[in-house]
């Protein structure tokens, strides 16, 4: 079992990506800003931050960006959750850190192939 933290602005993404999480045995932590995205992955049990680009606070490549940037151990892998899917941004994300990216809409296989 593995501690999630899924950074979205969308009541309902995080809960269909929570039902996904949770029925596969892992725990879920939400956050649906940057700012309690960046706080909650302070947390030395979270596994992995399942990130969406489309924040109301922050932009989410800065948000990407800080997280890779953290000197480990607080450095935690990050998968990028967006409906952008052109090959310039999962470029970008790759490039800025990013150890994958499930495109929106995506089935429960996308989001579980991550997990350790």
């Known amino acids: 079992m593995a501690r999630v933290l899924i950074i979205d602005d969308e009541p309902d993404i995080r809960l269909l990506v929570r039902f996904h999480l949770e ?9 649906g800003s940057g700012r309690a ?22 932009d989410g490549w800065d948000v990407l960006a800080e997280l ?8 935690v892998p990050v998968v990028v959750m967006s409906a952008h899917a052109s090959p310039g941004t999962l470029k970008r994300a790759e490039d800025a850190g990013a150890k994958g990216y499930v495109i929106k809409p995506f089935v ?9």
């Open 23 to 31: 029925a596969a045995g892992h725990e879920v932590v939400e956050a």
């Open 37 to 58: 995205g960046l706080a909650a992955a302070a947390d030395d049990a979270i596994a992995l931050v399942l990130l969406d680009l489309r924040l109301p606070d922050m």
């Open 68 to 75: 890779c940037n953290r000197p480990e151990p607080q450095r």
């Open 108 to 116: 429960e296989a996308d989001l579980l192939r991550w997990l350790p």
